[in-house]
């Protein structure tokens, strides 16, 4: 206690102590007749060398900082188009790092080679039409190449893919990812977030689903109202509040509305010609792992049932917001196979990742999917194989009720359903 005491006033008297000298020393100037903002040609010549020092070292740590960190980012691009990001990237560093070595340079190297000097007049320059022009075209003219040649590579990502591309969907919810695979027909089957329950987390269309979410409707219904019923039952007992029973009576009238919204999408399809159904006959789903087949061009279609998310491949550079109630798309060809990437990155434990990149509630951090790029061999084997995958028609067998999951996933469709149309979200083709 009495040392920090005895240093604190040692702290305070030095300062007072430097603030005298300083006040002594420009007393003095005065005395002598020079201004109190002159500086003598020493100081100024010292200033000017210590420009010249502060370039060297801010330009040492600079490269010192790339040596050391540069490395920290993504290993190379592991897809065709990812490889134009990376070129794209590459043009924009060379741009930042030359403009940003260059003026630079010059700020700290002018600010020491016209450093005060007694026997130099000033050059009186107060404009230039010319040099005007030059610092607004150039700089135009770079940022114009650099968003037109970002715009084009943008246009090639999530433009139409080719005929042989495969179509794969990106399903996104809090807090997983869901891929479902179109099968051999390469179309996915539609999907309708009404049809979302416990057995068809992804809402997929099919006449089994459509009967067995009716069915589940309408037991919610009849058990609201068994509930009700007893409300008003004739033995004059209360069993519940009034706000319970107004809980009740809107979610009976809220099941209703989806009913009849369900039943008039099972009628325009069946009166539709194309047999929608077909489509997602052959679909199967994962959330285990999302297979790709090297060299082979995918399409992917990203649906949410909750929040936006962001789907984003930090390897293949591609990113895209899942967005409810729309199919947002995006496509890549991987190139390298994830043996190829452990090689590659000399890392054993390399592995290919999806990731959410919206921060879309509490467990945000957790929402990933591990990816395989392999042959196709390798993924004939990995389909084939026990429990990778489920087929999106589900054995006539299993139980088809599970009324937990399915109310907490309808209080999300039922709101929106309030705003949006009845259109499913969801075709093969848009
Ligand atoms: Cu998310």
Known sequence: MGIKLIVLVVIVLAVIAVAQIMRVYELSSKLKGHREEDVDLKANNLNAGLFLVFLAVFFG?????????????NPPAASEHGQD?????????????????????LLFFFAYKY????????????????????WTIIPAAALAVIIILGLMTWNSITGKPSDDAVIVEIYAKQFDFTARYSGDDNKLGYADYKLVNGTNPLGVITEENIETRLAEIDETIENNQTKLDAFHSDTGEVTMSAVTEL??????????????????MQRSFTEDSVNIFDYANDDFMTKITLFMVKDQEYQFVFRSQDVIHSAYFPHFRAQMNCVPGMRTTLKFKPIFTTQEMKEMTGNPDFEYILLCNKICGASHYNMNMPVYVGTQEEFDAWVDGENNVTPIIAPATEETTNNSVEEGNEEAGADESESNTDDSENGPEA
Do not use: C
Request: net charge positive.
């Open 247 to 264: 809980k009740l009576q809107r979610e009976i009238e809220k099941m209703g509305r989806i009913r009849m919204r369900i039943e008039k």
């Open 61 to 73: 740590s600079f490269f010192w900082m790339l040596a050391v960190y540069g490395n920290g980012l």
């Open 115 to 134: 450093s005060y000097n007694p026997d130099r007049k000033a050059f009186y320059f107060p404009h230039d039409n010319k040099l005007e022009m030059i």
């Open 85 to 105: 990001v990376d070129w794209l990237f590459n043009i924009n560093w060379a741009i930042v790092f030359t403009v940003f070595l260059s003026t630079n340079f």
